[in-house]
């Protein structure tokens, strides 16, 4: 379930004012900040998904046009065309070694992607250092004389101070001294997502090779990162898949999330009010099949204080992920037992039925919460607890009474 379905679930238990809703939003710049990455990863999603699809139809439809339009010249003159079959499969190799519609998008998509990391970076190093400009580093704490003379006040020396600040952790130094800025200064603790480091410094130094290097593969990158290609040589056009660009989409969303719920939780107040980051984030995870990265979700839910519900909604969602991935009743029983379900919500009760392989109360509840209105047309499609369902006939002709 997703950060839709948290915020119908607590809105009986909301009483704020719009006025002091609003006040809330504007006192926690984190949300803000996840909102410009978390509609940078979607319009990521959509452009891989379905912009890349019709790049690649459009390359194949080009080269089989070319090769037919070949073999109809060869044979219909073959007096007047000398070519041999090997002179034709160079021909045709040519062409596919030059930059194909689906190339360029999958580099440009790539480095558009880890952009969207650096973007996470920037806006989380300036909230800190604006919060805490003593932090600044000694190195960038001082003012030349030529610099000094153009500024006119302490905010702007501030502010000046701050974006050379971020210039140098963006562009002088690695990932590394990043992850240690938010680890040693703010408190983010980054072991649940040491094992994808590698992964995320792959995709940064892929991101600097298409844009200093024209996408060629360097000394560096074999010797840091040359795994399973062995073949792989210093000069050779690095090759990125629709299932990598997939891959690194979710690994960019899944490791920028996790750093923002992380800074959230050390600077922004009242984090038992606050909408719970990493909710959204595993809805999408479990909804693609993206299960390598839930574990950590959940361990987050157990060792840091939220809110029942967003709790609860990490336990539910954690459990499908489970179930998907085939795991027994006895496996999810063990996991649904650790939380108290006293005071639940007659969807938790619902979903939890599903979980367990009781149908019939499954059912039941979905009749009453559809009589009910309190799940719509628009849930039934969302909610991933309902994948378990969607192709049985009495599920079938359930949802058909829905407007």
Same mark, same amino acid.
Request: net charge positive; hydrophobic share 35%.
């Given at each position: 379930?997703?950060?839709?379905?948290?915020?119908?679930?607590?809105?009986?238990?909301?009483?704020?004012?719009?006025?002091?809703?609003?006040?809330?939003?504007?006192?926690?710049?984190?949300?803000?900040?996840?909102?410009?990455?978390?509609?940078?990863?979607?319009?990521?999603?959509?452009?891989?998904?379905?912009?890349?699809?019709?790049?690649?139809?459009?390359?194949?439809?080009?080269?089989?046009?070319?090769?037919?339009?070949?073999?109809?010249?060869?044979?219909?003159?073959?007096?007047?065309?000398?070519?041999?079959?090997?002179?034709?499969?160079?021909?045709?190799?040519?062409?596919?070694?030059?930059?194909?519609?689906?190339?360029?998008?999958?580099?440009?998509?790539?480095?558009?992607?880890?952009?969207?990391?650096?973007?996470?970076?920037?806006?989380?190093?300036?909230?800190?250092?604006?919060?805490?400009?003593?932090?600044?580093?000694?190195?960038?704490?001082?003012?030349?004389?030529?610099?000094?003379?153009?500024?006119?006040?302490?905010?702007?020396?501030?502010?000046?101070?701050?974006?050379?600040?971020?210039?140098?952790?963006?562009?002088?130094?690695?990932?590394?001294?990043?992850?240690?800025?938010?680890?040693?200064?703010?408190?983010?603790?980054?072991?649940?997502?040491?094992?994808?480091?590698?992964?995320?410094? %792959? &995709? !940064?130094?892929?991101?600097?090779? +298409?844009?200093?290097?024209?996408?060629?593969? @360097?000394? /560096?990158? =074999?010797? $840091?990162?040359?795994?399973?290609?062995?073949?792989?040589?210093?000069?050779?056009?690095?090759?990125?898949?629709?299932?990598?660009?997939?891959?690194?989409?979710?690994?960019?969303?899944?490791?920028?999330?996790?750093?923002?719920?992380?800074?959230?939780?050390?600077?922004?107040?009242?984090?038992?009010?606050?909408?719970?980051?990493?909710?959204?984030?595993?809805?999408?995870?479990?909804?693609?099949?993206?299960?390598?990265?839930?574990?950590?979700?959940?361990?987050?839910?157990?060792?840091?204080?939220?809110?029942?519900?967003?709790? %609860? &909604? !990490?336990?539910?969602?954690?459990? +499908?992920?489970?179930?998907?991935?085939?795991? @027994?009743? /006895?496996? =999810?029983? $063990?996991?649904?037992?650790?939380?108290?379900?006293?005071?639940?919500?007659?969807?938790?009760?619902?979903?939890?039925?599903?979980?367990?392989?009781?149908?019939?109360?499954?059912?039941?509840?979905?009749?009453?919460?559809?009589?009910?209105?309190?799940?719509?047309?628009?849930?039934?499609?969302?909610?991933?607890?309902?994948?378990?369902?969607?192709?049985?006939?009495?599920?079938?002709?359930?949802?058909?009474?829905?407007?």
């Amino acid at each position: 379930m997703s950060k839709k379905v948290t915020k119908k679930l607590q809105k009986n238990n909301k009483v704020d004012s719009k006025e002091e809703q609003h006040l809330q939003s504007k006192k926690d710049p984190i949300k803000r900040i996840q909102k410009i990455f978390e509609n940078n990863i979607f319009l990521h999603e959509v452009s891989v998904k379905e912009i890349g699809k019709h790049a690649k139809g459009y390359d194949q439809n080009i080269l089989k046009e070319l090769e037919e339009t070949l073999k109809n010249k060869v044979e219909k003159q073959k007096k007047k065309v000398k070519i041999t079959s090997e002179e034709f499969k160079l021909i045709i190799n040519i062409f596919k070694k030059h930059p194909t519609q689906n190339v360029l998008f999958s580099k440009n998509t790539l480095a558009s992607l880890v952009s969207t990391l650096d973007v996470l970076f920037a806006k989380l190093f300036e909230l800190y250092y604006r919060k805490h400009p003593e932090k600044l580093s000694l190195d960038n704490q001082s003012i030349s004389f030529s610099d000094l003379k153009k500024i006119t006040s302490v905010q702007e020396a501030q502010d000046f101070l701050i974006s050379r600040e971020i210039e140098s952790l963006l562009f002088k130094k690695g990932l590394t001294e990043r992850l240690v800025v938010l680890s040693s200064e703010i408190g983010v603790d980054v072991k649940p997502i040491e094992s994808h480091i590698f992964n995320v410094r %792959k &995709l !940064i130094k892929i991101r600097n090779l +298409i844009v200093h290097n024209e996408g060629l593969i @360097d000394t /560096d990158y =074999i010797s $840091k990162f040359k795994t399973k290609d062995k073949e792989l040589k210093v000069g050779d056009h690095i090759k990125i898949s629709h299932e990598y660009l997939i891959e690194s989409l979710y690994l960019i969303y899944f490791f920028g999330t996790y750093i923002l719920q992380e800074v959230q939780l050390h600077l922004s107040e009242n984090i038992e009010s606050h909408d719970f980051l990493l909710n959204n984030l595993l809805h999408t995870l479990i909804k693609n099949s993206q299960f390598e990265y839930i574990k950590p979700i959940y361990n987050f839910s157990q060792n840091h204080k939220m809110d029942e519900i967003n709790k %609860k &909604l !990490i336990v539910l969602n954690f459990c +499908i992920g489970q179930k998907k991935q085939g795991k @027994d009743v /006895d496996h =999810i029983k $063990k996991i649904l037992v650790l939380e108290d379900w006293t005071l639940e919500k007659p969807e938790f009760e619902m979903c939890k039925n599903a979980l367990l392989n009781n149908h019939k109360d499954f059912y039941n509840l979905l009749e009453k919460l559809i009589l009910s209105k309190d799940i719509t047309k628009n849930d039934i499609e969302e909610w991933i607890i309902f994948d378990f369902y969607k192709k049985e006939p009495r599920f079938k002709k359930l949802i058909k009474t829905l407007n």
